[in-house]
């Protein structure tokens, strides 16, 4: 399947590259347009493959030659790029050269069509099929487990109780509606596992096999939820089903099959009567009834838009179940109805599937009986998992047909390969089905995935513009900033990534892929050679040349064995140090430490070859890379770049040789010894995103696209005036370090013409309240940070702030006055940070109706304040609320409990006394409280 995304992706790049960016000359306009038409007919002849006919060797070989004659299209569109840049004669002379290899490309792709034809014609005549186009029968063939009800049996349930108690008690509710229970979570996460022991405690089947849920078998033995529905029925849904066969499986299973006459059988084979009889049967057999119906595995709205026809809503306490994968899919289904989130397995529950599956025999207790000396193997084993269900499943399965022997348990761990069983391989296949119903250009962004180390958290705003700096992004209309946002969210919806923080603001900071579908990522971009990742164990298992000469490499392990790697074709690396995170504290940034203890540079001579021109690579990320005491790094021709990260490297200039890469998007020299950049960086037309050190900018009149401006750009060096940043979105300075106060008259005017501008931060020893006053006309203006002494110490009116704020944060600002008086009035505020002493006084007051859209309030380190009063009709839609180290609040604040939407109450550091009153006062309040004091922090969930 990701051939299939790489095809289509460079079809259609093929296509786009040729209409507009190449001047076509000579005879090479009508050869581009007749390769194009034949990778077309390419491409409409793959689509009609269906995943069954994709798996024998002949076909994968196929596949194999239809990637390669791609690869050397894409190959050929960007060497005619290249010499756009040279003189005319030389583009004539080069022209004949394209029509040549133009012509070779053609052929090659006649030839695989007419290989696919014959074989294809072969194995219908040995077949006797007529047609090789896919059906839902081809689908029930791939995923027989999803035909029919999952019988328990003998299989093992572990960790599921609490879920099940939670499902149950949704389903018992008083309410009276039909309600649908939607079960979410990635492939494998047990979600038909644990509808299925919840249906059988309703349904008319007992609890068979080894559940470990002492409650629920002694539930089931009494059978006292067995008479609350009337009828029960299991409706296995696969990605493209049938609607028919959806409905008769209900009726087959509420006993009307019989109801159905001979005449609409007939007519069902033949697929031609109308289902709109069989849905009004299964209407008024359901609407005098309370009535359980269990969807399993939905991938698509259109199905409910079509089931739900035939469930009535009668105002009984009627209730259907749904499992999928999708989180909007789950919504869609019953937007007043919270789907429930599975999360993967703790150790312990984990430990206790693997072991039962990998020792049958049982104690008394129902407790397998593991040797002690292969417990602490086995954990680690089980780790490998990340609480995955399916996957201890698989592995114990694995395990179990083992020599049952140290030894033979450690060699296991240390080549621990997901790809390299049949078991292991069906297991990524049962997750792959999320990955192989992503549009193709969106398959390339999850296999970008693959190149991040295991387990790591991911910027979202990094991985977005390496996507976009890989060329991967499609111009949809919006910024590509935003497209490259609502493709992750995207991801996110469909349980491929995990969201690990949310900005105030909801947008997407940092998430995390599990183990496994990073395995998933890696295998598949390696079967596509879209990316190479060089670990330990990808050394060891010497990796076939075609796989190490990927379009793209990321290094993650300190080894300097990588010789003889080394493609001119290279479109990225990412370098990826392991290190430590370090919170210094001078000013409590976090740093990133690399340890490395060899020469990476040895390396780079046989990756990035400094001999050779890298004219394709697009993307470059060094973060945390550490030259040892080696000459400067100079690579030549890196003309089409896009993307080079050197934050935390101890570069001391720009590593290139003949010149500043026209295309580059995105420059990032944060944490490196670079002090300033060539002249020729403020001529970068294409510029979107520069994260700088401490130095002096230029007058630039080109940088028409930047979007980011950000870290210590001295503001009184910033020669603002004749910098027309007309699109910058994001700008931040840090004038801390060497300016005592911004005094630039021309910083605080310019900022009156960043009319594109959502988000300023501004940090310095004393900051003019000018600042309000110069934003105060800025629409786009949502998010705005001042981190340093106002001048002079009292607010501005509320006139002077910038009419759509949502997000404000104030610190070290040192107020006299109470700021709450004057910021309770900015109506569309959601988000308040007052942190380090943001103002000065002992009492914060906040009158009714006031803050009327705050959602998350932070007080930080405001050591004057003893009291604070909320009065009535204040934050009617606070949710969060945040207080840390503020020792003279002794209290819990007055008025709390007038907060009726609150759902979260951190407390940090803050004295016994006021930890006290919090644990006093959540005994009558259902609010989460998590308190932390310098220990791991306790959460307290409301009592019931």
């Known amino acids: 399947m990701s051939e299939d995304a790489l095809i289509s992706y460079i079809v259609n790049k093929i296509g786009d590259l040729f209409t507009q960016e190449i001047p076509l000359i000579w005879k090479v306009a009508d050869d581009v347009e007749s390769l194009k038409q034949e990778l077309q007919a390419l491409e409409i002849f793959l689509n009609k493959m269906d995943y069954k006919q994709r798996q024998d060797a002949a076909t994968k070989n196929w596949l194999s030659s239809v990637r390669d004659v791609a690869y050397e299209a894409e190959d050929l569109i960007d060497t005619y790029l290249l010499e756009k840049r040279y003189a005319p004669a030389t583009r004539i002379f080069h022209s004949y050269s394209v029509n040549r290899q133009i012509d070779e490309l053609k052929s090659k792709i006649r030839e695989i069509v007419e290989r696919r034809t014959i074989y294809v014609r072969k194995l219908q005549e040995q077949r006797g099929e007529g047609s090789c186009s896919s059906t839902a029968a081809d689908q029930g063939h791939l995923h027989p487990w999803r035909r029919s009800f999952p019988h328990l049996g003998d299989d093992v349930v572990v960790g599921f109780e609490h879920d099940a108690d939670l499902i149950v008690e949704r389903l018992l509710h008083s309410e009276r509606r039909r309600q649908v229970v939607a079960i979410t979570g990635m492939g494998g996460a047990g979600k038909t596992t644990l509808a299925a022991v919840v249906y059988k405690l309703f349904s008319k089947a007992p609890v068979r096999g080894h559940t470990h849920f002492a409650r629920l078998k002694e539930v089931d033995s009494r059978g006292e939820h067995r008479n609350h529905f009337d009828v029960c029925a299991w409706v296995p849904v696969h990605q493209d089903p049938d609607i028919t066969e959806l409905v008769l499986i209900m009726i087959d299973q509420l006993g009307l099959i019989e109801s159905v006459n001979t005449t609409e059988h007939q007519l069902h084979h033949r697929r031609s009567w109308m289902i709109h009889c069989l849905m009004e049967k299964l209407y008024s057999f359901l609407e005098q009834r309370r009535y359980l119906i269990v969807l399993d595995d939905i991938w698509r709205k259109r199905v409910w838009d079509q089931l739900k026809l035939a469930l009535p809503n009668s105002d009984n306490g009627s209730r259907i179940i749904v499992t999928t994968r999708f989180k909007d899919v789950a919504i869609y289904h019953d937007p007043g109805s919270e789907p429930y989130e599975m999360r993967p397995l703790n150790e312990d529950d984990s430990w206790q599937l693997f072991s039962t599956k990998v020792f049958p025999q049982l104690t008394p207790n129902h407790r397998p009986i593991c040797p002690r000396e292969l417990e602490d193997l086995g954990r680690q084993l089980c780790r490998k998992c990340a609480g995955l269900p399916l996957a201890l499943v698989v592995l114990g399965g694995l395990v179990s047909i083992k020599l049952k022997h140290p030894l033979v348990w450690s060699k296991l761990l240390d080549n621990m390969n997901w790809d390299s069983t049949d078991d292991g391989k069906q297991c990524l296949e049962i997750l792959a089905l999320s990955y192989y119903d992503l549009p193709y250009n969106m398959k390339f962004c999850f296999l970008y995935l693959g190149a991040f180390p295991q387990g790591s958290e991911i910027s979202a705003s990094k991985l977005t513009k390496l996507w976009i700096g890989d060329d991967l992004i499609l111009k949809e209309g919006i910024t590509l900033e935003g497209t490259a946002s609502n493709y992750l969210e995207e991801l996110a919806q469909r349980c491929l990534v995990e969201i690990v923080k949310r900005g105030p603001d909801m947008s997407i900071k940092k998430v995390r892929v599990h183990d496994l579908l990073g395995d998933l990522a890696k295998s598949e971009a390696r079967e596509s050679r879209f990316l190479w990742v060089e670990t330990i164990i990808s050394i060891e298992e010497e990796s076939k040349p075609q796989e190490m000469a990927a379009r793209r490499m990321a290094l993650h392990q300190r080894s300097d064995v990588l010789t003889g790697i080394f493609d001119e074709k290279l479109r990225a690396l990412l370098v990826f140090p392991t290190g430590r995170i370090i919170q210094t504290s001078s000013n409590k940034r976090k740093r990133w430490f690399p340890?490395?203890?060899?020469?990476?540079?040895?390396?780079?001579?046989?990756?990035?070859?400094?001999?050779?021109?890298?004219?394709?690579?697009?993307?470059?990320?060094?973060?945390?890379?550490?030259?040892?005491?080696?000459?400067?790094?100079?690579?030549?021709?890196?003309?089409?770049?896009?993307?080079?990260?050197?934050?935390?490297?101890?570069?001391?200039?720009?590593?290139?040789?003949?010149?500043?890469?026209?295309?580059?998007?995105?420059?990032?020299?944060?944490?490196?010894?670079?002090?300033?950049?060539?002249?020729?960086?403020?001529?970068?037309?294409?510029?979107?995103?520069?994260?700088?050190?401490?130095?002096?900018?230029?007058?630039?009149?080109?940088?028409?696209?930047?979007?980011?401006?950000?870290?210590?750009?001295?503001?009184?060096?910033?020669?603002?005036?004749?910098?027309?940043?007309?699109?910058?979105?994001?700008?931040?300075?840090?004038?801390?370090?060497?300016?005592?106060?911004?005094?630039?008259?021309?910083?605080?005017?310019?900022?009156?013409?960043?009319?594109?501008?959502?988000?300023?931060?501004?940090?310095?020893?004393?900051?003019?309240?000018?600042?309000?006053?110069?934003?105060?006309?800025?629409?786009?203006?949502?998010?705005?940070?001042?981190?340093?002494?106002?001048?002079?110490?009292?607010?501005?009116?509320?006139?002077?702030?910038?009419?759509?704020?949502?997000?404000?944060?104030?610190?070290?600002?040192?107020?006299?006055?109470?700021?709450?008086?004057?910021?309770?009035?900015?109506?569309?505020?959601?988000?308040?940070?007052?942190?380090?002493?943001?103002?000065?006084?002992?009492?914060?007051?906040?009158?009714?109706?006031?803050?009327?859209?705050?959602?998350?309030?932070?007080?930080?380190?405001?050591?004057?304040?003893?009291?604070?009063?909320?009065?009535?009709?204040?934050?009617?839609?606070?949710?969060?609320?945040?207080?840390?180290?503020?020792?003279?609040?002794?209290?819990?604040?007055?008025?709390?409990?007038?907060?009726?939407?609150?759902?979260?109450?951190?407390?940090?550091?803050?004295?016994?006394?006021?930890?006290?009153?919090?644990?006093?006062?959540?005994?009558?309040?259902?609010?989460?409280?998590?308190?932390?004091?310098?220990?791991?922090?306790?959460?307290?969930?409301?009592?019931?």
């Open 595 to 944: 340890n490395w203890s060899i020469d990476y540079f040895k390396i780079f001579q046989n990756i990035i070859r400094t001999d050779k021109r890298m004219e394709f690579l697009r993307v470059l990320e060094l973060n945390g890379f550490r030259k040892n005491n080696n000459p400067e790094l100079h690579i030549k021709g890196m003309t089409r770049l896009r993307y080079l990260g050197l934050k935390d490297t101890n570069f001391a200039m720009l590593p290139f040789s003949g010149g500043i890469p026209s295309h580059l998007q995105t420059l990032d020299i944060r944490g490196t010894s670079i002090t300033e950049l060539p002249s020729e960086v403020w001529t970068l037309s294409k510029l979107r995103h520069l994260y700088l050190n401490s130095m002096s900018l230029l007058d630039s009149q080109v940088l028409r696209n930047m979007q980011t401006l950000s870290e210590g750009a001295s503001a009184n060096s910033i020669r603002m005036s004749c910098m027309p940043l007309h699109n910058l979105q994001t700008l931040k300075i840090d004038a801390d370090r060497d300016t005592p106060k911004i005094t630039d008259s021309k910083l605080v005017g310019y900022l009156n013409f960043l009319r594109s501008l959502n988000s300023l931060t501004l940090r310095a020893k004393k900051i003019p309240q000018e600042v309000f006053t110069a934003t105060s006309a800025h629409a786009k203006l949502h998010k705005l940070k001042l981190d340093g002494t106002l001048q002079p110490d009292e607010l501005c009116g509320i006139e002077n702030f910038a009419p759509h704020i949502t997000e404000l944060t104030l610190s070290r600002s040192n107020l006299k006055g109470e700021p709450t008086q004057i910021l309770g009035q900015l109506k569309n505020l959601r988000i308040l940070k007052l942190t380090d002493n943001a103002c000065q006084c002992r009492e914060i007051s906040c009158s009714p109706g006031s803050f009327p859209n705050l959602s998350y309030l932070k007080i930080s380190n405001l050591s004057h304040l003893a009291l604070l009063n909320i009065e009535p009709g204040s934050f009617p839609n606070l949710m969060c609320l945040s207080i840390h180290c503020c020792t003279n609040l002794h209290a819990v604040p007055n008025g709390l409990n007038h907060v009726t939407t609150l759902q979260v109450l951190k407390c940090k550091e803050m004295p016994s006394s006021f930890v006290e009153e919090i644990n006093d006062w959540r005994r009558t309040h259902p609010v989460r409280v998590i308190i932390q004091d310098r220990q791991p922090p306790q959460d307290l969930s409301p009592t019931a």
